[in-house]
């Protein structure tokens, strides 16, 4: 997203607070449609901006979050296969081995699988390595152990997609082996019996980012369908899902996102003793258990375990069915914790006094380390803590004799898998992802590698210092916070990484008053005022600004509001990250900026439109009935034929994931048109589009039918002149300026015959038409329908409306009324519903009406004697005929075989 930076001036201020504010670019025309459609503010529409969510089927599932919204497990290409394969195994008796990881997202994983092989009477061996011994991923040792006691089933979590070698020897020694992890996949594909990864590349799986846990859910969902244990009982486990999803980081959103938000629930209530030890343990009984206790208490406590060596008492106590066991296990495993600060701690001082003794190493571009004092189980997260301090990427080694194990974290920006990559040449193994990555190494090859690396990096950051961002949401006035937009914030959760707590600004902030609190005076308390508004500021660890700040002193701010409760009494309160006197904007070139086109160095217009406002949200199928119907021609269907021609038609209706088509297809380097039904629902896939699809640049159009003429014209022009490759368009737009393409994406449900056969009809001789469109489509175009005939309840409410005025005659702006109707809950009702509205009231002898432009003058007739029956107004009689038709074509339109609504379309003709 493009942003607009801010460059502090901090005076004498504590160093820590030198930062890069960055200010994420608003995106204006897509925050109104997503607060109209979603019901929400446009601050948190904005927000959804910003953590990706573009189109109003994303921001429902994001808010709505419901378990029914994740995807069918069988989209995984081999699973079915691993599932008959696993249920075989367990009706003949065979030895299974669950084969696990020693971190926290590997250990749920073990014990997620080892519980539902449980549940189905199979005592399943589980097996995770030691870090210290072992190491990560597949050992051709444990392989030739496991079959010497007679094991013929492996199955993997959370590691061995990259583990080639190994898998071929399993096959070729009689061992089926199942992938399921989620880290990157190598260029060769693993000879297993069957890979379950959401980032393979032949897989069509429409979510990428599962933990390893997540994967191992999607396996147990399976497989407890398919052995008849009911549609809901893998929901059984959705606290060891939620437990190494968080420890994982992986990105909140999309499943990850569901798994957490009913899985934090489920695990301050958990049924397995391992869990409720270790709660109890960790003091967190009886308390409220978000993405931070499980992040920073509950996640740490089981790493400790990998890290020290002991990964196995983790196990035991996640598998354990007894309390007191568990939580002498957990006792156990709080001392490592301990014992494991303790080193890191001594790792940390040695690695930053090894700093301070080679300043050339300190100003590189890559912190890189090595040394045979340290303790491979805790250099991640010293590493992480370099990066902290340092802001660049850091990997520290770990010697032993002739070989070392290095663990990398990156920075945004710098991909640290894509880096070792480049490296692989100096290394034995290697894997991870973009900003945490793990490998091993020969002790003579680190000097040559380090230096490798750094050329490496010098080249990918051309140089430049990398400086640490404070990424804003947004700018907003202290008089716009309020207790609801909180609340609305809320609805948010559950945060964590790629769905962070919003943080926003607010710009000249008078200080009124600050001092020091808390132990050492670490926090800073505030009172700080804007415009009218007073409120109560805390930021914690920022006490040290309390000596440079003076009352009077404007200030900008960097915050998240929340609820301050305290005795009894509720008060709004910011809960300050940052802060500035003042901050300074750096220069931003203009056509960087954020606006109403959406983006820029992108040919999207804005939507700008001809007609009243609220046009963009109406459907075109609305526009070109009530014309046809104005004109006095025939409503109904065309009875023109499609063309013959010859068309492939490739049915995507059931993809689970149409962006991720929609993306895919458009990257495949030839010109597109995608179809949609409305003006506003082109924006935010072609937003997503140009976000997702960097070589997109410049390339990419819409329009609609609410478009104006010349820059309607221009973009077609451009399209058949090959300058642009993706155009978002409607069917009658598209069918009227006789555009062809050999890649026709039909996005959206279409309302009628006419709109299939304008998709069918501008696919070229020899193309492909995608049907992309799902039933979640349905229920917007049943509302969008109520546009075109609006129902009983709305004309109610209309007719009261105009009658609460008290007056005979009437003189109403258009505008003025759809605001009170959309007040009073009809919010798809626009002024082209408003108009015929007016004409049923006058057909039924109600009123008589006229209009001037957007102005309508009204006068009540003498009121009717009986209760008027709407279909005596022959407007309202054929628009609700044309309405059912409507409905009865695109139920058809989701079920039909795709080659059977192209050819049956003389018989769709003969049911209207």
């Known amino acids: 997203m493009v942003s607009a930076i801010i460059l502090l ?23 109104r449609i997503l607060a109209r459609k979603l019901g929400i503010s446009p601050v948190i529409a904005q927000i959804l901006i910003n953590r990706g969510i573009y189109t109003i089927e994303q921001g429902r599932c994001f808010l709505g979050s419901g378990l029914d919204a994740l995807h069918n497990p069988l989209h995984f290409p081999d699973m079915g296969k691993a599932v008959a394969r696993i249920l075989k195994a367990i009706q003949v008796g065979e030895r299974i081995l669950v084969y696990g990881d020693y971190d926290a997202d590997g250990l749920t994983a073990t014990a997620l699988l080892v519980k539902i092989f449980r549940r189905l009477g199979c005592a399943a061996a589980s097996f995770v390595p030691n870090r210290m011994v072992e190491g990560y991923g597949l050992h051709l040792d444990v392989l030739k152990r496991e079959k010497a006691l007679g094991t013929s089933l492996v199955i993997t979590v959370d590691c061995g997609i990259s583990d080639v070698a190994e898998i071929s020897w399993a096959k070729e020694n009689g061992i089926d082996l199942i992938i399921t992890d989620h880290h990157e996949p190598p260029t060769q594909a693993p000879p297993a019996f069957a890979v379950i990864n959401p980032k393979c590349s032949e897989g069509r799986y429409p979510f990428r980012d599962l933990a390893g846990v997540g994967v191992a859910l999607k396996l147990g969902q399976a497989l407890l369908a398919a052995a008849g244990q009911g549609s809901e009982a893998w929901q059984a486990y959705l606290d060891l899902a939620c437990l190494g999803t968080i420890a994982d980081v992986v990105p909140i959103q999309g499943e990850n ?76 495993l709080n001392q490592a914790n301990l014992e494991r600060q303790s080193i890191e701690s001594a790792v940390l001082a040695e690695a930053l006094d090894m700093l301070e003794r080679e300043p050339a190493k300190k100003e590189s571009c890559v912190i890189a380390l ?178 440079v700040l003076a009352a009077g002193e404007v200030v900008d701010l960097a915050f998240v509001p929340d609820i301050n409760e305290y005795n009894g009494r509720r008060s709004l309160q910011l809960n300050v990250k940052d802060l500035g006197a003042p901050a300074v904007f750096a220069d931003v070139d203009a056509q960087e900026q954020g606006g109403d086109d959406m983006a820029a160095g992108y040919f999207i217009p804005a939507p700008e439109q001809t007609g009243d406002s609220d046009d963009l949200y109406v459907p075109e199928f609305v526009f070109t009935t009530l014309q046809k119907l104005e004109g006095g021609a025939n409503a109904g269907p065309d009875k023109s034929h499609r063309q013959d021609r010859d068309v492939q038609l490739i049915d995507c209706r059931n993809s689970g994931n149409r962006l991720l088509r929609l993306s895919e297809l458009a990257a495949a380097g030839e010109q597109a048109l995608v179809i949609t039904s409305c003006g506003y629902q082109n924006i935010g896939p072609a937003y997503h589009l140009q976000q997702s699809n960097p070589s997109l640049r410049g390339k990419i159009a819409l329009c609609h039918h609410h478009t104006s003429g010349a820059i309607r014209d221009k973009i077609f022009s451009l399209f058949q002149k090959g300058q642009i490759d993706i155009l978002f368009t409607t069917p009658a737009v598209v069918n009227a300026a006789g555009l062809g393409a050999s890649k026709v994406l039909l996005y959206h449900l279409p309302y009628g015959l006419e709109s299939l056969q304008h998709a069918y009809n501008c696919v070229n001789p020899g193309g492909r038409l995608y049907f992309l469109y799902g039933p979640g489509d349905l229920q917007d175009n049943l509302d969008g329908l109520e546009a075109l005939a609006p129902g009983r309840e709305y004309l109610v409410e209309l007719y009261q409306q105009l009658r609460r005025q008290g007056k005979e005659s009437l003189v109403f702006n258009i505008n003025t009324l759809t605001k009170i109707l959309a007040e009073a809950g009809f919010h798809y009702a626009g002024a082209c519903t408003l108009r015929t509205a007016m004409k049923i009231f006058v057909e039924l002898k109600l009123i008589t009406c006229n209009n001037e432009g957007k102005i309508l003058n009204i006068h009540f007739l003498p009121a009717p004697k009986q209760k008027k029956d709407l279909f005596q107004a022959q407007t309202f009689k054929r628009l609700t005929e044309i309405k059912m038709n409507s409905i009865k074509l695109m139920e058809n339109f989701l079920s039909e075989p795709v080659y059977n609504l192209i050819s049956q379309e003389v018989s769709f003709q003969g049911r209207l």
């Open 9 to 31: 001036s901090m005076k004498s201020f504590p160093e820590h607070a030198q930062k890069l504010w960055k200010i994420k670019s608003p995106v204006p025309a897509l925050s």
């Open 257 to 332: 996102r569901i798994l957490v938000k009913h899985g934090l629930p489920a695990l301050a209530d958990s049924r397995w003793p391992g869990i409720q030890a270790l709660i109890s343990t960790c003091g967190l009984k009886n308390k409220d258990i978000g993405t931070r206790g499980v992040a920073f208490v509950l996640a740490p406590r089981l790493n400790a375990a990998g890290r020290t060596g002991a990964p196995e008492l983790a196990l035991e106590l996640l598998l354990t069915e007894d309390y007191d066991e568990a939580l002498t296990l957990a006792g156990r």
């Open 370 to 547: 090595a040394s045979p004092n340290w303790h491979a189980g805790v250099i991640g997260i010293v590493a992480a803590r370099l990066v902290e301090r340092l802001y660049r990427p850091a990997l520290l080694i770990s010697v032993e004799g002739e070989e070392g194990r290095g663990s990398a974290r990156g920075i945004p920006g710098f991909n640290m898998h894509k880096a070792l990559v480049h490296c692989r040449e100096h290394l034995l193994d290697h894997g991870g992802h973009a900003l945490a990555a793990g490998f091993t190494i020969k002790s003579a090859n680190i000097e040559e590698f380090i230096s490798t690396l750094e050329t490496y990096a010098r080249e990918a950051t051309r140089g430049e210092k990398p400086q640490p961002l404070l990424e804003i949401d947004g700018l907003i006035q202290i008089n716009q916070l309020s207790e609801a937009l909180v609340d609305e914030i809320n609805l948010l959760r559950p945060f964590g990484h790629a769905n962070p707590g919003p943080l926003l600004s607010c710009r000249g902030t008078r200080l009124l008053e600050s001092r020091g609190v808390g132990k050492g005076a670490a926090h800073l308390k505030m009172r700080l005022r804007g415009g009218n508004t007073v409120l109560d500021g805390i930021g914690f660890n920022l006490g040290a600004y309390a000596e």
